[in-house]
T-cell receptor, first 116, second 116 residues
Framework: GAGVSQSPSNKVTEKGKDVELRCDPI?????LYWYRQRLGQGLEFLIY????????KSGLPSDRFSAERTGESVSTLTIQRTQQEDSAVYLC??????????????FGEGSRLTVL | GDSVTQMEGPVTLSEEAFLTINCTYT??????LFWYVQYPGEGLQLLLK?????DKGSNKGFEATYRKETTSFHLEKGSVQVSDSAVYFC???????????????FGKGTLLTVNP
């Protein structure tokens, strides 16, 4: 499809396990964002990639969280030693110009993570 | 830091009713303001935006005016339809005072249900 694709759509895991979430952005979009939405909360910025520049990781909540992006393609968000408070919907978005250039963000449907 | 506050939901209306979803913000400088919408089973998508004071964003019959004096960006529609049922998110981006204008700061979202 032409939109942002995320997988898995749902993930249930046990506390302490590692999980990996994948995002396929729209082809040609240089900017890629990860956000998190916990129940009853707004979207929380996690990380931003722009082309080959160093990513802005300032929103990652702890060193258990990491993300990678190869060039301008797929990104993976990895959560190590998951905790119950990591339960949330993880949203990926991509943009051709980026918000700073009044570019629109295109969001995937999200990956719902439940940590038991 | 920057923040967005929008009215608590859920909001339930009958078809053809008038809609207002309040949104206020706290930010230094001159942020850009956005409304995103998430229809059931879909990712968030941009509904409208305004980049400077007194600008009015409009799309699909929805309108919002950037009011700097009241730090507000209320969403309105004169006659809602069942197909408008969705979650609506108010958001801002702000490069002022050293902020990162490529990030969006979101409100918690307001669930709108329109009944026939």
């Amino acid at each position: 499809g032409a939109g942002v694709s995320q997988s898995p759509s749902n993930k249930v895991t046990e506390k302490g396990k590692d999980v990996e979430l994948r995002c396929d952005p729209i082809s040609g979009h240089t900017a890629l964002y990860w956000y998190r939405q916990r129940l009853g909360q707004g979207l929380e910025f996690l990380i931003y990639f722009q082309g080959n520049s160093a990513p802005d990781k300032s929103g990652l909540p702890s060193d258990r969280f990491s993300a990678e992006r190869t060039g301008e393609s797929v990104s993976t968000l990895t959560i190590q030693r998951t905790q119950q408070e990591d339960s949330a919907v993880y949203l990926c978005a991509s943009s051709f110009l980026g918000v700073q250039n009044s570019g629109e963000l295109f969001f995937g449907e999200g990956s719902r993570l439940t940590v038991l | 830091g920057d923040s967005v506050t929008q009215m608590e939901g859920p909001v339930t209306l009958s078809e053809e009713a008038f809609l207002t979803i309040n949104c206020t913000y706290t930010a230094t400088g001159y942020p850009s303001l956005f409304w995103y919408v998430q229809y059931p089973g879909e990712g968030l998508q941009l509904l409208l935006k305004a980049t400077k004071a007194d600008d009015k964003g409009s799309n699909k019959g929805f309108e919002a005016t950037y009011r700097k004096e009241t730090t507000s960006f209320h969403l309105e529609k004169g006659s809602v339809q069942v197909s408008d049922s969705a979650v609506y998110f108010c958001a801002l981006s702000n490069g002022g005072s050293g902020g990162s204008n490529y990030k969006l700061t979101f409100g918690k979202g307001t669930l709108l249900t329109v009944n026939p």
